[in-house]
């Protein structure tokens, strides 16, 4: 809380540079609570982390450009996706909060995490993006937060392509299937739609004739 009287004898300008000063403590405190491998935070607008898996909420309208630096690094936001609009704009994300018009730019963040439950995956290039395809064909949902950080470690650490596939058949349970539900899950996960049924009858017919493979 402001003492007034302190500040009685001062004049416009003064007061308002004592005051910036004060709430840009006040945010660097709020900051480093969540944000715990903070390297810089200048004059409330830019916050720049470090190297850390860092994960927190952020208010709209106090730190307007945020580079999430080294790690991986999950921005968790109230509401769900509709509450927002996202556009990429070069090699970052522009968040606008549609209710008040607030917004945010993202450099370096690997998701935006809803409390709806709903996750936004930021691939930052064309390998994430085939991970992150993968994960909504495959499960036919968003990626949680530690299967996309598993991920993430699964590529720094050049982990063989078909291991990865293996996995993700394995666990999206599409090995017992028969060659026909097999077909239809993928159209209905990577398409949204069921095969049709000249599809289903051309998919079928390669995998018997070994022209595809489920691998």
């Known amino acids: 809380m402001l003492n007034a009287s302190a500040y009685r004898h001062q004049t416009g300008t003064l007061l308002f540079r004592d005051i910036r000063k004060i709430l840009y403590a006040s945010v660097v405190h709020f900051y ?51 509450d927002v609009d996202l556009e990429q704009i070069n090699n ?6 549609l209710e008040d018009g607030a917004m945010r730019s993202l450099r370096n963040v690997e998701m935006i995490a809803f409390d709806s439950g709903e996750n936004v995956l930021l691939a930052h290039n064309q390998i994430e993006g085939i991970l992150g395809r993968l994960l909504q064909t495959f499960f036919d949902r968003d990626a949680t937060i530690d299967e996309w950080q598993l991920g993430h470690k699964a590529i720094a650490d050049h982990v063989n392509p078909k291991i990865i596939l293996d996995w993700f058949q394995s666990n999206a349970d599409l090995n017992g299937m028969n060659d026909a539900d097999y077909i239809q899950a993928l159209y209905s996960q990577a398409l949204g739609r069921a095969a049709t049924e000249a599809e289903l009858n051309q998919q079928q017919l390669r995998l018997e004739n070994s022209e595809i493979t489920r691998e």
């Open 32 to 82: 480093s609570a969540i944000y715990t491998d903070i390297l810089r935070l200048d004059n409330v607008r830019y916050l720049t982390g470090g190297n850390s898996d860092n994960q927190g909420y952020l208010p709209l309208g106090l730190a307007l450009n945020v580079d999430g630096g080294g790690g991986h690094d999950v921005l968790k936001m109230h509401g769900g996706r509709e």
């Open 92 to 97: 970052s994300v522009e968040i606008t909060r």
